[in-house]
């Protein structure tokens, strides 16, 4: 039976799940113009915490990567299937649920696709991972 790019993208979520993998997109310019903003406005009100506070609410953003991987458009989720294909030929399975069952009871496996993932995230989408 072939496996199927959601059950790729099922797999992937799961690893990133265990893993508490979290990732946010590097601010543009006009992200920078408004954390230095609400920063500026945040050391007016309250001096030297109130510059950190205002600094700590506009930073940030991340989001778990099993998140961003769902709402990944079909053309990128398909790339990630088959740099993870690539990775998973060797393995003998008969199924999405037998494959998820190896990967996750291999941490070499589980950490080569983590390594593709990072790396996909990174230099894909420009993002910064945790």
Do not use: Y
Not at 39 to 63: D, I, N, Q, T
Not at 99 to 115: K, N, W
Request: with cysteine; glycine share 10%; aromatic share 6%.
């Amino acid at each position: 039976m072939p496996i199927m790019a959601k059950d790729i993208m099922k797999l992937l979520c799961a690893i990133s799940e265990q893993r508490k993998m979290k990732a946010a997109f590097k601010h543009s310019g006009r992200g920078a113009l408004v954390t230095g903003i609400v920063a500026f406005m945040g050391a007016l009100v309250g001096g030297p915490p109130g510059l950190a506070v205002g600094a700590w609410m506009r930073s940030g953003g991340f989001k778990p990567v099993s998140q961003i991987l769902m709402q990944l458009p079909r053309a990128q989720q398909q790339t990630l299937f088959n740099e993870a294909t690539a990775i998973i030929s060797p393995l003998m399975f008969t199924d999405a649920t037998q494959l998820t069952s190896l990967v996750m009871g291999s941490e070499a496996l589980q950490l080569q696709l983590m390594g593709m993932l990072v790396n996909f995230l990174t230099k894909e989408l420009g993002a910064e991972v945790r």
